[in-house]
């Protein structure tokens, strides 16, 4: 059954935009669940309202991102001792250049490939000369590049929210194509990465899940 969203948008009802891929909706959530989901979508509302609410209010308040291709007994233990006061940590494991073709792909395969009419879909104009920008003109990309990365207006942010994907969820990019692309596996098999986490964990044999990775 196509959501209220779909319709509106000119989505034709689809669940996704891979056509080998079905998603089926949970049914007879109980009660609680439905309460929980509903506290956790006020808090994030709050927090967005009200920055001070924020877990870490600034950048400076984020640990440190760790050397990923540093497995030594120094590095590892650190980065043990940080998860234990934060609960996470983040690890530098891809050079820039790997993100951005990993950001391409999402963007291309994904995040402009929703089935809406075209008053829903992404448009960009340039900071510079107020131009529409082309995802797809090498000469528009490094600006394209800079406004999805950087922090967005709220005219942008209106925009991106009407033409964000089916299964969107809290905000992220939660179409089940993501969790399939050629560089989401390639991270999941990449030997530097397994290499790390393997000193992290003390564990040869390891099992990844097809989340956003």
Known sequence: MP??????RGSGGKMSTAPSIVKSGVVGKDKSEKTKKQKRKKQALNMLKDPTKRTFKVMEDVPPAFDGFDVSDENIAAIKKSFMINGFVRVKVAKKVRCCVFIHEMWEKIILSQPWDVDYQIKLHSTIDGRL????????????FKIITSDLTPQVRKMMLNAWTLHRGFGACCDPVVFHTEWAWGLRQNPKIYRFVKHCVGWKRLLVDDNRK
Do not use: C
């Not at 959501?3 to 509106?8: F, G, H, N, P, V």
């Not at 920008?133 to 394209?144: A, C, G, K, S």
């Open 3 to 8: 959501t209220a969203m779909s319709s509106l």
């Open 133 to 144: 920008l082309d995802f797809h003109n090498p000469n528009d990309i490094n600006e394209y």
